[in-house]
Nanobody, 121 residues
């Protein structure tokens, strides 16, 4: 059974960098041809694919967030990390990590439960 768990601070100040970690069990992030992605859902809005890191370590980002987003991994810990810089209150959302293919939430069978991040001073 593949399980993903997000962790990180629930409150970030404006202009700071949001950093979240996804810990994976039941599969290796360095094996198989999957994308390990980050999604977010702001209040009252739909899910947005933010970016991903492949099992080979290649990274992909949605164009609107590319300049502020970095996804990396630690294969020894079977974790991958999201960093979003220069956050504003518009970055307040529930953030999810997931394993799948593509950029659609429906294509991701295994998903973390999500973690709320609020951007506020």
């Amino acid at each position: 059974q593949v399980q993903l768990q997000e962790s990180g601070p629930g409150l970030v100040k404006p202009s700071q960098t949001l950093s979240l970690t996804c810990t994976v069990s039941g599969d290796s992030i360095a094996s198989n041809d999957y994308l390990w992605s980050w999604f977010r859902q702001p209040p009252g809005k739909g899910l947005e694919w933010m970016g991903a890191i492949s099992s080979r370590g290649s990274t992909y980002y949605t164009p609107s967030l590319k300049s502020r987003t970095s996804i990396s991994r630690d294969t020894s810990k079977n974790q991958f990390t999201l960093q979003l810089s220069s956050v504003t209150p518009e970055d307040t959302a529930v953030y999810h990590c997931a394993r799948g293919l593509g950029t659609s939430w429906d294509d991701y069978r295994y998903r973390g439960q999500g973690t709320q991040v609020t951007v506020s001073s």
